[in-house]
């Protein structure tokens, strides 16, 4: 039904294949924001062999519809994209086209690839003896594939969304002040990495919280144009209320920037941003689950 084949390089006509069917894919999935693989960088990266990508293109076999005679030809069905991370760490990423889908290609792959990554050359001779994938949006087959194969699922992040405010709720939002990548490191606070610029919560005269934000928009279908919160560094001497704060201020920046929501990434086991979150008024968009192959990540 299926055949694989690891490339480094491409024929003209595979490489127009690829590239109109990364992008039908990418237009497909944009709304539920599915996993997705960007043609350019997969041809950037063939073209420098050290770089340590690894490209697997799938191969949907002729077949037929009936009890006839094979009358589909030979098709690109997907890719599957192994990203380094590290010496021994790849992210693996994998879209199928969508014309394609829900007939167990995936499955398929998977059981006739194996996934064993203790071999010395890593898994499938990658050299990749850990290998992570988020499932952006947590897929529907994310769950089936996960049992099926007895992948972990290691982490869950949320992506949280919430509609600038009402008029009142912002003109009682803290006001946050702009500060430099320079005067983050001046702070001095320990275990955290906050870097770039960001926006300062001040209070009592003294720095207790600084958020990062994105405010290049994101098309929400629910709140409209959204910026991003890209992190959040606190005090060691703030209270529980701190985040709380920050997040408010953020909304009521990102209001004077002509936005209507803001969006949030955050780990589903960090209890007290998602209290924060919950306080300040977001809601729950979507998750992403991360799947992991071998040792540590």
């Known amino acids: 039904m299926i055949k694989y084949d690891w490339r480094t390089s491409l024929h003209a006509d595979e490489s127009a294949e690829l590239a109109e069917m990364l992008g039908r894919a990418a237009a497909y999935d944009a709304e539920p924001e599915y996993t997705t693989i960007d043609y350019r960088d997969v041809e950037r990266t063939m073209a420098q062999p050290d770089s340590g990508f690894h490209h697997l293109l799938i191969w949907m076999l002729p077949h037929a519809t009936a009890l006839g005679a094979p009358d589909h030809p030979e098709r690109l069905a997907g890719l599957l994209r192994l990203t380094p991370v590290r010496d021994g760490v790849s992210e693996a990423s994998i879209v199928i086209d969508p014309d394609l889908r829900s007939i167990g290609i995936v499955t398929l792959l998977l059981e006739r690839i194996g996934l064993q990554t203790s071999p010395p050359d890593g898994l499938l001779g990658t050299r990749a003896q850990t290998v992570t994938a988020w499932a952006r949006g947590n897929h529907p087959a994310t769950g089936r594939i996960s049992n099926r194969f007895l992948i972990p699922r290691t982490r869950r992040v949320w992506k949280l969304i919430r509609a600038v405010g009402s008029v009142d709720e912002i003109s009682g939002a803290p006001v946050l002040e ?3 990548g320079s005067s983050l490191q001046d ?23 600084v958020v990062g934000l994105d405010l290049s928009p994101v098309r929400s279908e629910e709140f409209g144009s959204c910026a991003t919160v890209q992190w959040m560094a606190t005090a060691p001497h703030a209270d529980r209320r701190t985040r709380r704060q920050l997040l408010d201020g953020a909304a009521a920046t990102e209001q004077e920037a002509g936005l209507a929501g803001l969006i949030i990434h955050v780990d589903s086991d960090d209890a007290a941003l998602v209290n924060a979150c919950r306080l300040a008024g977001f809601q729950h968009d979507r998750t992403d689950v991360l799947l992991q192959l071998g040792g540590q990540p």
């Open 178 to 180: 702009p500060v430099t």
């Open 187 to 209: 702070l001095g606070w320990p275990g955290q990495d906050a870097t770039g610029d960001g926006h300062a919560l001040r209070q009592n005269g003294s720095v207790t919280g």
